[in-house]
């Protein structure tokens, strides 16, 4: 089922609310002891620069945030309330913070190593987390400044399956979740996007 096809350095350049959108339908690859593990993004959301209150950027660049100001196509990945992994992709030119966080993903490769991961969860809520899809292909640390664009790394993403596109009528945009903290007008943005598994799952026949 594997698509093969690697997104490209300029696909992450993109103004990051474009990216966020176009990376629904893309497939997230991880490579854990040679094998392929993978799903079709289901949900992004945008974060965009140091102006953006909702971003991690929004008081300069520190230890943790450094790889948000590199070059667009790495890996940011961060840990959260002292338990979770999140991914994020770095899409922008390289010293401007902007960033897509990973929402959600429809597993589609290696079913069983993800099953493992997720061992007593039912098989839809595997990865419909942000946090739930980091522990289910097993990124953590270790891919923070991973090269999206190559296949050199561990992680990677590729085009859509099989010419996967997602229409708009498919698409909900929402405000982001979880970020009241950062006031008007950064809460109300419609900076997440999102595609359901049911529709991705119709279109692929699976």
Known sequence: MASETILKREFYLQPVQQAARALLGQRLVRLVDGQRVSGIILETEAYDGESDQA?????????????MYAE?????????????W???C??????????VLIRAILPLE???????RRAGIPEKSWCDGPAK??????IERDQNGADLCSKQDD???ESGENGLEIPDEWVQRTPRIGIQYAGEPWVSKPWRFVVSAEAVRASLNI
């Open 155 to 157: 992680l990677f993403i």
């Open 72 to 84: 667009g196509g790495h890996a940011y990945v961060y840990f959260t309330y002292g338990m979770h």
């Open 90 to 99: 770095v899409c922008a030119p390289a010293d401007y913070p902007a960033a």
């Open 55 to 67: 971003c991690h950027a929004r008081s300069g660049k520190t230890a943790r945030n450094q790889m």
């Open 110 to 116: 290696n079913l069983d190593f993800i099953r493992q």
């Open 86 to 88: 999140m991914l994020n």
């Open 133 to 138: 899809l980091t522990k289910a292909l097993s």
